[in-house]
C-alpha cells in the first residue's frame, strides 16, 4: 500500500516532503522523525512552516546515498 502512495526516492520531485513520507523513506516510524525534530538529534533536521515539519529531499537522498 505505501509503495504506491510514495514514488521512488530518486522520482520524488518536491524539494521537501512530509513526515510521513520522510518516515517512510528511512524505514522510520513518524513519530521517531517528529522526536528528532523536537531534539534536533536526528541525523537531518527538518524545515518547519506553519507548524508543519518538512524533511528536505536532498538530505534524504544524501542520508541514504541515493544518486540521481
Do not use: M
Not at 518536491?14 to 517512510?24: G, L
Not at 516510524?29 to 534536533?40: F, N, P, V, Y
Request: glycine residues 4%; contains cysteine.
Amino acid at each position: 500500500a505505501h509503495e504506491a502512495k510514495f514514488p521512488p526516492l530518486e522520482l520524488e520531485n518536491r524539494p521537501a516532503v512530509d513526515t510521513a513520507a520522510a518516515a517512510y523513506y528511512l524505514n522510520r516510524r513518524a513519530q521517531t522523525l517528529r522526536s528528532w525534530a523536537c531534539r534536533e538529534d536526528g541525523p537531518i533536521r527538518p524545515l518547519r512552516l506553519n507548524g508543519r515539519l518538512l524533511w528536505p529531499v536532498a538530505q534524504l537522498r544524501e542520508l541514504l546515498g541515493v544518486a540521481l
